[in-house]
């Protein structure tokens, strides 16, 4: 930067040797200095060969503001230095708006963690109730397939063609088509796929949590329904004990006897006693007892099919004559008759009253062609009066079998039976076994 003043210009120095120059160069000097007066008065800086003049205003008014910057950072320099709480306070107003700041952090990171934490929670919630759901799911699978395998408890051996038989078959089909399934509510359940294992988002925990709680409602209500069939189905099966149990007590038979005395053709294997579990539910205990109690029904199904408290024809028992003492139709003084007389036609079947073997199938005296039959344990059946036999000696026989056809042979007056029961060889009222099969059958 060169710095020219203007006060040279209006002040020249006269030498000596310029007074022998000539006027005229003097006075264009002259004429030169004026006309450079107004164009070298202010500030050149100059670098690199260029030059950016300013004028004395522009310069003083930017030195003044150097100094004064210079002068306000000294002051404030000096203001903290001497005045420490003051900068203390500024360092310690920072310090606290990072510890705010941190502190926030640490409380959104905070608030993170437990919303992933309940999340979290919320899916080992949901993954626990979906197991029970399936656990419970496969348990009333288990017992509705132990219901259904539950044979319905029914008399042993009634008379084929019976009406009663055949409005009680009517009754059991109807009863079994309109029974529901004890599982249909939870048969076909399949986990939701928002119920499977994967991350649960907390918007929708509130909705998988409805649904499962929809199917442990569901899983309830066949629960209740299967509970309520065991029930019936128990209370069916003892009631139906108990009056099996009362014929043999009417009849005056031994239970203990009769069950002793029947045959079970067809069965055996190992014997393997049936444990109960201790930790076992309610349900399973009470199956459990259902099971025992068809147990002892089989045992005393088994003897009731040689008890003969069945009809020997078909259709309603219409007597001509009854058991005990009666006038001799052909003799006409008192008589006693061993057994009772029903009217049918000619040629009717004759069926077996219960299970047994033939003893005896001919001509009989009085009887006329006569069948008798062996059931045990000192029990026996007669059919008199028959027009044909259709059983031979020694041949087993059925409940229901036909054995003969209704005639009137022997000291007969006409077309009837004469049907007998005896116990240990002596004639009792066949009324008797008749009326004990009835209540057996309409209880």
């Known amino acids: 930067m060169s710095y020219r003043s203007s006060q040279f210009a209006e002040y020249p120095q006269h030498r000596a040797h310029d007074h022998n120059r000539h ?88 608030r993170v963690d437990r919303t992933t934490s309940r999340q979290l929670l919320d899916q080992e919630q949901i993954d626990r109730k979906l197991e029970e759901v399936v656990r419970r799911q496969a348990v009333l699978e288990s017992r509705a397939a132990a219901l259904n395998a539950m044979p319905d408890v029914s008399v042993t051996g009634s008379i084929k063609g019976s009406p009663r038989k055949a ?19 939870a048969a076909a359940f399949v986990a939701p796929p928002d119920l499977r ?6 918007e929708k925990v509130t909705g998988q949590v409805n649904k499962l709680m929809r199917l442990e409602s ?4 066949v629960e209740s ?15 139906r004990a108990r009056r099996m149990r009362g014929v043999f007590s009417e009849l005056g038979l031994n239970v203990t006897k009769m069950e002793a005395g029947t045959p079970y053709p067809g069965t055996g294997g190992p014997y393997v006693p049936v444990k109960l579990r201790s930790d076992a539910s309610p349900f399973e205990r009470q199956l459990y007892r259902v099971n025992l109690t068809r147990g ?39 008589a006693m008759h061993t057994g009772l007389d029903f009217r049918a036609s000619m040629g009717d079947p004759v069926r077996a009253t219960a299970n047994g073997k033939v003893v005896s ?22 059919y008199g009066h028959l027009s044909a036999i259709n059983v031979n000696v020694g041949q087993s026989i059925k409940i229901g ?12 007056t006409g077309p009837h039976l004469h049907y007998e029961t005896r116990i240990d060889g002596e004639a009792v009222d066949p009324q008797k076994f008749l009326r004990a099969g009835i209540r057996l059958n309409d209880g």
Do not use: C
Request: hydrophobic share 35%.
């Open 296 to 334: 002892q029904i089989d045992r005393l199904n088994g003897a009731l099919a040689l008890v003969p408290y069945r009809k020997p024809v078909v259709g309603e028992i219409e007597l001509s004559s009854g058991f005990g003492v009666r006038v001799d139709p052909f003799v006409g003084r008192p």
């Open 197 to 202: 294992k994967q991350p649960v988002r907390f």
């Open 167 to 185: 409005e009680n078959d009517a009754d059991a089909s109807s009863s079994g088509s309109a029974k529901p399934s004890p599982i249909n509510d």
């Open 225 to 239: 329904r299967q509970i309520a069939e065991l029930n019936s189905v128990e209370n069916r099966m003892e009631s």
């Open 401 to 412: 079998q036909v054995v003969g056809e209704v005639g009137s042979t022997g000291r007969s």
């Open 23 to 110: 006027p005229s160069r003097h006075a264009g000097s002259a004429a030169l200095s004026s006309g450079e007066k107004e164009t070298q008065r202010g500030y050149t800086l100059a670098h690199a060969g260029r030059q950016v003049r300013f004028g004395p205003v522009v310069f003083w008014i930017a030195v003044g503001t150097v100094t004064l910057l210079g002068v306000w950072s000294a002051a404030t320099a000096t203001y903290f230095a001497f005045r420490d709480d003051v900068l203390t306070r500024l360092i310690s107003r920072q310090a606290d708006m990072q510890y705010a700041y941190e502190d926030r952090i640490a409380e959104l990171r905070a």
């Open 218 to 221: 569901s899983l309830d209500r």
């Open 361 to 382: 199938a001919g001509w009989g005296g009085g009887y006329g062609r006569m069948v008798e039959i062996d059931h045990g344990n000192g029990l026996s059946t007669r």
